[in-house]
Antibody, heavy 117, light 109 residues
Framework: QVQVVESGGGVVQPGRSLRLSCVASGFTFSSSAMHWVRQAPGKGLEWVTLISSDGSNKYYIDSVKGRFTISRDNSKNTQYLQMNSLRPEDTGVYYC??????????WGQGTMVTVSS | QSALTQPPSASGSPGQSVTISCTGTSSDVGGYNYVSWYQQHPGKAPKLMIYEVSKRPSGVPDRFSGSKSGNTASLTVSGLQAEDEADYYCSSYAGGNRVFGGGTKLTVL
């Protein structure tokens, strides 16, 4: 079964850090670019970051540049999102998604991140 | 990295057709044939409905179709059914980055 499963969300104070993980199965992870997409409560989808299949290219939305880092371990079929200097506006559900023909082909169920004092 | 523009709401009666627009710029929608559309029911993860402007993944009903003209893409849902009521989002490749529309809430009357 083709799927991705996120974990690592939780409640964290502003300025602190959190690391999300996404484990993939059912497809060739090492050949797939991967994304993180977030959704603030009651709001729309926002693309956050992309990593190429071999990890050599990474792209970020301006609001997280210098604070978030995407990475992957192809031997573990896992990608990560290291989130530092978290802000209240980073609150939301974070989805892991597989890139598929320049679209978001497979989505996980998401993991909730709440940044609050 | 401005969001694509979608109408906040759309509606139609069962059996009717409805079209949702998605307007960007020459740096995203107009510059590439990599527009995709997603359906999201409340509390659920989004689901890919259309990719590369007009292609449907396996399992998506042919009632869903996509098109593009210039900087504006469109999603048409024909033969509306109750289960089509959901939020719909467009997205476009933007030269490495990706960008989403603000979303359209589709109501089946």
């Amino acid at each position: 079964q083709v799927q991705v499963v996120e974990s690592g969300g939780g409640v964290v104070q502003p300025g602190r850090s959190l690391r999300l993980s996404c484990v993939a199965s059912g497809f060739t992870f090492s050949s797939s670019a991967m994304h993180w997409v977030r959704q603030a409560p009651g709001k729309g989808l926002e693309w956050v970051t992309l990593i190429s299949s071999d990890g050599s290219n990474k792209y970020y939305i301006d609001s997280v540049k210098g604070r978030f880092t995407i990475s992957r371990d192809n031997s573990k079929n896992t990608q990560y999102l290291q989130m530092n200097s978290l802000r209240p506006e980073d609150t939301g559900v974070y989805y892991c998604a597989r890139d598929w023909w320049w679209a978001f082909g497979i989505w996980g169920q998401g993991t909730m991140v709440t940044v609050s004092s | 990295q401005s969001a694509l523009t979608q109408p906040p709401s759309a509606s139609g009666s069962p059996g009717q057709s409805v079209t949702i627009s998605c307007t960007g710029t020459s740096s995203d929608v107009g510059g590439y044939n990599y527009v995709s559309w997603y359906q999201q029911h409340p509390g659920k993860a989004p689901k890919l409905m259309i990719y590369e402007v007009s292609k449907r993944p396996s399992g998506v009903p042919d009632r869903f179709s996509g098109s593009k003209s210039g900087n504006t893409a469109s999603l048409t849902v024909s033969g509306l059914q109750a289960e089509d009521e959901a939020d719909y989002y467009c997205s476009s490749y933007a030269g490495g980055n990706r960008v989403f529309g603000g979303g359209t809430k589709l109501t089946v009357l």
